[in-house]
């Protein structure tokens, strides 16, 4: 069952109208309980969430068959509380949404919000889940876009798919993320590079001439591949950093949450490991939560942590 401080936090964030909250602990409470064999439970807890999301959300968007293979459906379920970012970036994160909210004001004064943003930054930093946070905060379905296969599966036709798809962003209000934007920026070997520069113009021109009501995000962790030209085309270029020692503490409460006791020293491990990316916080931290929930202990403990840290730490140094 449920532990008294969860079901004092899902009470706290009812009487407080924190949605996210709730939503967060309640899916908490799920996981803790299909850790326990209570799978049943577990399901019934997930499938409550579900219903709601299929319901508000993924409806909204039909991809037709023919662009299945470039265009995917997401769905939006990261909270605005569960993302550690440096504090400009947050503000900057917050004013695409405010602009977005407050739309219409802007509109009568002949102003756009600002809903062409790039993200750049180093792998596991939280681009792509920016791009989730927004879409679920602003309650907008969320499109993922394949360049990859646009520019493959399409090649000789890849700027018509590209016209396709900005067309199908015209009449469908939503998030689209482009992800590894960098695919068409630089020069790769066994590509047709003519083909890819072609196609390079009509993403910039599309981007362009876009008007619509949606929100396109395109994230990169190669900024330097990028062609200049493409960052004019943005409303917003935010560049994502690794977390400092105040963003790994953070990450760390967030991801312990109600495994986490006073006794644990965060400030200890947060400054042993100051090049370490926010996923790979996360990571470690669930991995600390996992080998306690199997030790059958509530919570993590120092030493605990502190291994799962290394371990982790180990792990990145082997891929460098
Ligand atoms: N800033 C962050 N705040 C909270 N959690 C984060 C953050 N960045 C990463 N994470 C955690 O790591 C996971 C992976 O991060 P994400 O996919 O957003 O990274 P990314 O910057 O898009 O990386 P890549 O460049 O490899 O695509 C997230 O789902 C989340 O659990
Ligand atoms: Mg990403």
Redesign the pocket.
Known sequence: MATAEQIMSLIRSHTRDDREHFYTVALQIASTEARKGHQAFANDIRKAFKTVERETKSKQVLIPDDMQDVLALRTPD?FRN????AEANQKRVERIMHEYVQQEVLRQHGLSNRRKIL?A??????????A?VLANTLHLPMVAVHLDMILSRYMGESSAKLHQVFEFIAKNRALYLF??FDTLGGERGGNDIGEMRRVLNTLLLCIEQDKSESILVA???KPNMLDRAIFRRFDDCIE?SL?DRN?ISQ?IR?SLSTFLTEDISIDSIAKNYENI???D???ACHDAVKIALLEGKAQVTQLILEQSFAERSAAIKLQE
């Open positions: 990261r569960q993302l550690v970012l993200l930054g180093p792998p596991g930093t939280g681009k792509t889940m920016t989730n992800d590894e994230a990169t962790n994502f977390p963003g990450l967030n990316s926010c996923a916080v996360v990571s």
